[in-house]
């Protein structure tokens, strides 16, 4: 026999590690010379009967043969699927900006067994997490320049980017499942005005409830202005500041609460129940009527103010809420309080207003 470190042991054919550049590399398989027992000595067994003076153990098929070769279907299968998940490559579009999903970054994700291969979804959920927190805006702090001159930090509300990591985790593995390469946006649960700074664009509404008064901009230019009223602080119904999105619009909505039904004719919500709308019971809006005669957190507004900017706004136009000391209106000379009407309203007071599509609830 041979000697022990003569004999080469057969290496079937396999797939060898990834390589940056060239992606995965079929090996092929190694015949070696080991002999199988059984037959070579019957090849010889045969060669001795047959008087004959050599036996070609290769041509008797005496040697032992890798299991795998090159030609294995399975091989081939788990190869090509491999080289379509490095060939495949994705392009996230963030507005100007993009993120190349390469295929280092794809093989890194490779769980190997055998012959087998699968994609690690939590290494693919942190990559679509690393482009949320790069991309995402929703919950952020902004600076913004004020109709005043004066920047204000807005730093509450929940207008934004908000990239919906679970459902672009499932979308993403899908399309390297397929090898379907090529530019990706990606799924978003909300979406901003614009991929630069700042996110809301040029066209929103700015409401300064420090003076009781806002302004409508579309393409960056001032196109409306007016007084209203807002939320009475002193009930604790003071129209929280931030930005938000105009929730959707609605014609001839009724806000309904427990003990009213108050019918308005333009109903635009940003901030659960809070909204603008006209407010026909009132005559005046602006100056200091909020403090002691103001809303249940809604801003309200003249009919007509209430009607252009409902022909301007869309779902998501994004409105803009804040306080600028200094900008506080001229108070009027102060007037004796008359008594409390038996309602509990103050004379003149609005009825309170809650949206119909959510009943019963308070805080409008």
């Known amino acids: 026999g041979f000697q022990k470190e003569f004999v080469k042991e057969p290496v079937d054919a396999y797939i060898g590690e990834y390589v940056p550049g060239s992606g ?9 010379n080991r002999l199988n027992r059984d037959r070579t000595m019957a090849a010889v067994r045969t060669a001795l009967e047959g008087l004959q003076e050599q036996v070609d153990l290769e041509e008797a098929g005496c040697y032992e043969e890798p299991l795998v070769t090159l030609e294995d279907a399975g091989l081939q299968d788990a190869y090509a699927k491999l080289q379509n998940y490095v060939n495949t490559t994705i392009t996230y579009t963030f507005g100007t900006q993009q993120e190349v999903l390469d295929a280092d970054t794809v093989a890194g994700w490779i769980i190997r067994k055998g012959n087998q291969a699968v994609l690690d979804q939590e290494l693919v959920k942190e990559y679509v997490n690393s482009l949320r927190k790069k991309y995402d805006t929703i919950f952020h702090e902004r600076k913004f320049l004020t109709s005043y001159g004066e920047e204000v930090t807005i730093d509450q509300g929940d207008y934004g980017w908000w990239m919906d990591v679970g459902q672009e985790t499932e979308e993403l593995i899908g399309l390297l499942e ?15 005005a614009s991929h630069e700074t700042p996110d809301y664009g040029d066209s929103y509404v700015e409401i300064n409830l420090t003076a009781q008064h806002l302004f409508l901009y579309q393409n960056g230019e001032c196109v409306l202005e007016s007084d209203f009223v807002s939320g009475n602080p002193s009930r604790g119904n003071e129209t929280p500041a931030g930005i938000y999105g105009i929730t959707y619009k609605e014609r001839n909505a009724t806000l309904t609460g427990e003990t009213y039904q108050t019918p308005v004719s333009f109903w635009m919500p940003f901030n659960n129940n809070v909204g603008m709308h006209d407010a026909s019971w009132r005559s005046e809006f602006g100056r200091n009527i909020y403090r002691t005669n103001g809303s249940h957190g809604c801003i309200n507004l003249p009919y007509s103010v209430a009607q252009e900017i409902y022909d301007y706004v869309e779902k998501d136009t994004p409105v803009i809420c804040y306080h600028l000391p200094g900008t506080e209106p001229e108070p009027l000379p102060e007037i004796p309080p008359e008594s409390e009407p038996e309602s509990g309203m103050e004379p003149g007071a609005e009825p309170p207003e809650v949206i119909s599509e959510q009943p019963l609830v308070q805080g409008q």
């Open 24 to 32: 995965f590399a079929l090996v092929a398989e190694e015949p070696g």
């Open 178 to 192: 397929r090898g379907e390469s090529g530019e990706r946006i990606p799924v978003y649960r909300q979406m901003a």
